[in-house]
Nanobody, 131 residues
Framework: QVRLVESGGGSVQAGGSLRLSCTIY????????VAWFRQASGKDREGLGV????????SYVDSVRGRFTISQDNTKNTIYLQMKFLELEDTAMYYC????????????????????????WGQGTQVTVSS
């Protein structure tokens, strides 16, 4: 059974940093396409970035590019979201998600345009940024 487990959320002051983790169980890690999303209270879910686990290429949405970085540790089947210069507007529940099947790198890097491709989700981890 495929399962994603996020961790690393918490409270941080504006301008600070956090690193979220997403550990993936029960799926062939190679050729996976994994994304980070967030949902703030009262707002729609927002895709943040995606990584193709084979090769490690990544793409980000404009709102977080340069502040957020996705990385991976293949030995631990874990994807990370390093967040820097956090702003009040970054307060949200953060989720990782994976596509049901493998995608080529090209499709993966554009997969946030079709968020329904990400059919398996973690439980989320809360990030709260305060002034």
């Amino acid at each position: 059974q495929v399962r994603l487990v996020e961790s690393g959320g918490g409270s941080v002051q504006a301008g600070g940093s956090l690193r979220l983790s997403c550990t993936i169980y029960g799926v062939t890690y190679n050729s996976s396409c994994v994304a980070w999303f967030r949902q703030a209270s009262g707002k729609d879910r927002e895709g943040l970035g995606v990584i193709a686990t084979t090769g490690g290429r990544r793409s980000y949405v404009d709102s977080v590019r340069g502040r957020f970085t996705i990385s991976q540790d293949n030995t631990k089947n874990t994807i990370y979201l390093q967040m820097k210069f956090l702003e009040l507007e970054d307060t949200a529940m953060y989720y990782c998600a994976i596509t049901a099947g493998p995608l080529t790198t090209g499709y993966c890097l554009n997969a946030l345009r079709v968020p329904q491709l990400f059919s398996i989700w973690g439980q989320g981890t809360q990030v709260t940024v305060s002034s």
